[in-house]
């Protein structure tokens, strides 16, 4: 079946490093990618995502490039912010259903 | 509109006992899903409704579990005779299905956090 690996952290950063946390996926046909951010205490959100062979998604500084060749979604940032310190989730979307299918979740801590 | 909210935010039960969890999605939205989330890993599918029908569920949802979404609005999960497995967080997302082809943003609530002693 589908699934997403994504690197494993915990990632501890200082506030204005460059960050990247690797994402490559399995999939049939052509799925959605997505990174959702859970920040400390809240709910699950869309970071960004790109539906389709180098679509690139964007969203408060992240960036990440749907790369079929390599199957691969990697989320970078040029300059972490404290405020970016969460777990980020890659994952894609399946089927009819969209269903989403996760990878386990990179910790991100940034220090000031 | 006041986004996806589940109820109730935590739940201690005893083994054995049944559970009940709610959801309200996004008013207007068709499609709502459940996923389940344990430490340290990513949310993983459950079951899934479009309108008030339930049209996939994963072969983690064992016949303990069941889900209804009667009119089409707010959903519950109930899960009989609680194990200590069950123990995780419980989340719902909504989305509006209305593109061909899919890549519909889903909105997820908190969470329910169920601890089964």
């Known amino acids: 079946g589908n699934s997403v690996t994504q690197m494993e952290g915990p990632v501890t950063l200082s506030e204005e490093a460059f960050l990247t946390i690797n994402c490559t996926y399995t999939?049939?046909?052509?799925?959605?990618l997505f990174w959702y951010v859970q920040y400390p205490g809240e709910g699950l959100q869309l970071l960004l995502k790109?539906?389709?062979?180098?679509d690139k998604g964007s969203n408060k500084g992240f960036e990440a490039t749907y790369r079929k060749e390599t199957t691969s979604f990697h989320l970078e940032k040029g300059s972490v912010q404290v405020s970016d310190s969460a777990v980020y989730f890659c994952?894609?979307?399946?089927?009819?259903?969209?269903?989403?299918?996760f990878g386990k979740g990179t910790k991100l801590t940034v220090n000031p | 509109d006041t986004g996806v909210s589940q109820d109730p935010r935590h739940k201690i039960t005893k083994r054995g006992q049944n559970v009940t969890f709610r959801c309200d999605p996004i008013?207007?939205?068709?499609?709502l899903y459940w996923y389940r989330q344990t430490l340290g890993q990513g949310p993983e599918f459950l079951t899934y409704?479009?309108?008030?029908?339930?049209?996939?569920k994963s072969r983690l949802l064992s016949d303990r579990f069941s889900a209804e979404r009667p009119k089409g609005s707010f959903s519950t999960l109930e899960i009989q005779r609680t194990e200590q497995g069950d123990s995780a967080m419980y989340l719902c997302?909504?989305?509006?299905?209305?593109?061909?082809?899919?890549?519909?943003?889903?909105?997820f609530g908190p969470g329910t956090r169920l601890t089964v002693l």
């Open positions: 997302a909504s989305s509006l299905a209305l593109l061909a082809g899919g890549h519909n943003e889903q909105f």
């Open positions: 999939a049939t046909g052509y799925p959605s």
């Open positions: 790109a539906t389709k062979a180098d």
């Open positions: 994952a894609l979307s399946e089927g009819g259903s969209e269903k989403l299918v």
């Open positions: 008013s207007e939205h068709n499609r």
């Open positions: 409704f479009q309108n008030e029908a339930q049209l996939e």
